[in-house]
């Protein structure tokens, strides 16, 4: 064979290779049309407003540049802005024309013809859509943190409520020591706020511009890729091209922590279930929160609660769901195909669950009485006895402890109390277990043996003496109040963004026609 230095015609096993280059012909298969595209469609309704605004921050930012003619530019905004008008219902998304971002491009195209082809300088379609996605998360993180920061709130001032509402606390179900349920009740608003907080930090990661990434590797069109940024309200813009276009990391961690807010409401929502029953009667759920049954007319359900439990499993599920899909090479879709309309609705999810906790919050009725029963009758207060006995008599702390243990078994064999012990008691134990004698033989015990002045001495940082208590609900009222102000401060300065945005399309296509008058 010759070589003439040019390239030779391609051999008849490779000639069918080149079917792969180039746009597909023809329209796409129904299979593909009922599974993908339907499910991309079908997140339209997230993603539509968002799209909205990315497209005409791109066309302003490339008719600043002069890439885009001023014709054309006019055109394309006063089609956009007609979009913005119209509701993702009726706007034509048709799975049949592909994903929402190719219906769009028909729909445009058939308005205004070849002059939408603009839209699609220096920027492929998932540029738009990764926008959109971000657009929409950052809203609902924002309304997420609210919703966490007023449940917070609700928790807090519950707990103050009850402050001094005696209540024996629980491991196991069994009786632990003596506590009140305002001590109880606060230390769910800790894990809240904490989450609320990693919410926040996640909305950073979101809150940042993918915009001016080209396909993987920049765009020579887009110099300056602060200008789309600040357009559509970030804080600014990705740094890296690569990481703009395929990194889902900080998706990931707002549905972790979104997980991990509704797993603290499940704890919660499956104590208070327990003991909202006849067995327990501590407290009772609010009668719009319950639901009857439709056959046994006694029957009261604690209906909420279930909806709290089985989103936080729900949560669960689309957590590991993701982290599934995200395992694919980089560079690939798949993980961000099913991002559009997971993370948003599991968001949303995670936003009406914690409404609804604090909606059972607020409305609970607390049994003081029952708690306060159940109290007195148990035996919550023999870690504080076998403490005295191990100061008092100078005994190891293990020795005090099987002692008391012996005095507890005893007094539960005949139907005593905790309250009921006494010296004599004590004594009997001590000759039994080691053959020695105390000298608690008609002491005063009355003091050691109550549960409240038991709580009352819980004096520490974070103990459940009434005033601590207090000082935690306040703290926590405090931090809920500033996350709340965080969060409505976003998005009162989102909202002025967007409608800025929009406001500057109208003047755009104002400007343009006085120029051309």
């Given at each position: 064979?010759?070589?003439?230095?040019?390239?030779?015609?391609?051999?008849?096993?490779?000639?069918?290779?080149?079917?792969?280059?180039?746009?597909?012909?023809?329209?796409?298969?129904?299979?593909?049309?009922?599974?993908?595209?339907?499910?991309?469609?079908?997140?339209?309704?997230?993603?539509?407003?968002?799209?909205?605004?990315?497209?005409?921050?791109?066309?302003?930012?490339?008719?600043?540049?002069?890439?885009?003619?001023?014709?054309?530019?006019?055109?394309?905004?006063?089609?956009?802005?007609?979009?913005?008008?119209?509701?993702?219902?009726?706007?034509?998304?048709?799975?049949?024309?592909?994903?929402?971002?190719?219906?769009?491009?028909?729909?445009?195209?058939?308005?205004?013809?070849?002059?939408?082809?603009?839209?699609?300088?220096?920027?492929?379609?998932?540029?738009?859509?990764?926008?959109?996605?971000?657009?929409?998360?950052?809203s609902v993180l924002e309304d997420l943190v609210e919703d966490a920061a007023e449940l917070a709130h609700a928790i807090a001032t519950v707990a103050a409520e009850h402050?001094?509402?005696?209540?024996?606390?629980?491991?196991?179900?069994?009786?632990?020591?003596?506590?009140?349920?305002?001590?109880?009740?606060?230390?769910?608003?800790?894990?809240?706020?904490?989450?609320?907080?990693?919410?926040?930090?996640?909305?950073?990661?979101?809150?940042?511009?993918?915009?001016?990434?080209?396909?993987?590797?920049?765009?020579?069109?887009?110099?300056?890729?602060?200008?789309?940024?600040?357009?559509?309200?970030?804080?600014?813009?990705?740094?890296?091209?690569?990481?703009?276009?395929?990194?889902?990391?900080?998706?990931?961690?707002?549905?972790?922590?979104?997980?991990?807010?509704?797993?603290?409401?499940?704890?919660?929502?499956?104590?208070?279930?327990?003991?909202?029953?006849?067995?327990?009667?501590?407290?009772?759920?609010?009668?719009?929160?319950?639901?009857?049954?439709?056959?046994?007319?006694?029957?009261?359900?604690?209906?909420?609660?279930?909806?709290?439990?089985?989103?936080?499993?729900?949560?669960?599920?689309?957590?590991?769901?993701?982290?599934?899909?995200?395992?694919?090479?980089?560079?690939?879709?798949?993980?961000?195909?099913?991002?559009?309309?997971?993370?948003?609705?599991?968001?949303?999810?995670?936003?009406?669950?914690?409404?609804?906790?604090?909606?059972?919050?607020?409305?609970?009725?607390?049994?003081?009485?029952?708690?306060?029963?159940?109290?007195?009758?148990?035996?919550?207060?023999?870690?504080?006895?076998?403490?005295?006995?191990?100061?008092?008599?100078?005994?190891?702390?293990?020795?005090?402890?099987?002692?008391?243990?012996?005095?507890?078994?005893?007094?539960?064999?005949?139907?005593?109390?905790?309250?009921?012990?006494?010296?004599?008691?004590?004594?009997?134990?001590?000759?039994?277990?080691?053959?020695?004698?105390?000298?608690?033989?008609?002491q005063d015990l009355s003091d050691i043996l109550d549960p409240r002045h038991i709580v009352e001495t819980r004096t520490l940082a974070g103990g459940a003496a009434p005033?601590?208590?207090?000082?935690?609900?306040?703290?926590?009222?405090?931090?809920?109040?500033?996350?709340?102000?965080?969060?409505?401060?976003?998005?009162?300065?989102?909202?002025?963004?967007?409608?800025?945005?929009?406001?500057?399309?109208?003047?755009?296509?104002?400007?343009?026609?006085?120029?051309?008058?």
């Amino acid at each position: 064979m010759i070589d003439n230095g040019l390239p030779s015609a391609p051999s008849a096993h490779h000639r069918g290779g080149l079917d792969r280059l180039g746009p597909p012909m023809g329209g796409p298969a129904q299979e593909l049309i009922d599974s993908g595209f339907a499910l991309e469609n079908a997140d339209a309704p997230l993603l539509h407003t968002g799209l909205n605004l990315a497209d005409i921050a791109h066309v302003i930012d490339l008719h600043e540049r002069g890439v885009i003619p001023h014709a054309a530019a006019e055109q394309l905004m006063r089609v956009l802005l007609k979009a913005v008008r119209t509701s993702a219902e009726d706007f034509p998304y048709d799975p049949a024309f592909g994903e929402p971002y190719n219906s769009r491009e028909r729909y445009f195209t058939a308005q205004i013809g070849s002059d939408a082809g603009w839209l699609h300088a220096g920027r492929p379609r998932r540029e738009a859509v990764r926008i959109a996605l971000r657009l929409h998360v950052r809203s609902v993180l924002e309304d997420l943190v609210e919703d966490a920061a007023e449940l917070a709130h609700a928790i807090a001032t519950v707990a103050a409520e009850h402050s001094r509402t005696w209540l024996p606390d629980q491991t196991y179900l069994q009786h632990a020591q003596p506590s009140t349920f305002g001590h109880y009740l606060v230390s769910f608003a800790y894990p809240v706020l904490r989450d609320a907080e990693r919410l926040m930090d996640a909305f950073e990661w979101v809150n940042t511009s993918p915009g001016g990434a080209g396909c993987v590797n920049g765009s020579r069109l887009l110099a300056d890729r602060s200008r789309v940024a600040s357009l559509l309200g970030f804080e600014g813009f990705i740094e890296h091209t690569r990481d703009a276009m395929w990194q889902i990391d900080g998706l990931i961690a707002a549905l972790s922590h979104a997980s991990s807010l509704l797993t603290t409401q499940s704890k919660l929502a499956e104590d208070l279930e327990i003991w909202a029953s006849n067995e327990f009667d501590y407290v009772t759920i609010a009668d719009g929160f319950s639901r009857s049954s439709v056959l046994m007319p006694q029957k009261r359900n604690p209906y909420a609660l279930s909806i709290i439990r089985g989103a936080a499993g729900t949560l669960i599920g689309r957590l590991t769901g993701f982290l599934a899909v995200s395992k694919s090479p980089s560079a690939r879709s798949d993980n961000l195909i099913y991002a559009y309309g997971e993370i948003p609705r599991a968001l949303d999810l995670a936003r009406r669950t914690t409404r609804l906790t604090s909606g059972v919050v607020r409305s609970l009725t607390v049994n003081a009485d029952q708690m306060w029963a159940a109290l007195e009758s148990g035996f919550s207060q023999a870690t504080d006895l076998a403490e005295f006995v191990m100061q008092t008599c100078h005994l190891d702390y293990r020795t005090a402890y099987q002692v008391v243990g012996i005095a507890v078994r005893e007094a539960s064999r005949e139907g005593l109390r905790g309250i009921d012990l006494d010296g004599a008691r004590l004594e009997a134990a001590a000759q039994q277990h080691a053959g020695i004698s105390l000298g608690l033989e008609g002491q005063d015990l009355s003091d050691i043996l109550d549960p409240r002045h038991i709580v009352e001495t819980r004096t520490l940082a974070g103990g459940a003496a009434p005033p601590v208590v207090e000082t935690m609900a306040a703290e926590c009222v405090k931090k809920a109040k500033s996350l709340r102000d965080r969060a409505r401060a976003q998005r009162t300065s989102f909202e002025q963004a967007e409608a800025a945005l929009v406001a500057e399309a109208g003047d755009f296509i104002e400007g343009e026609s006085d120029d051309r008058s």
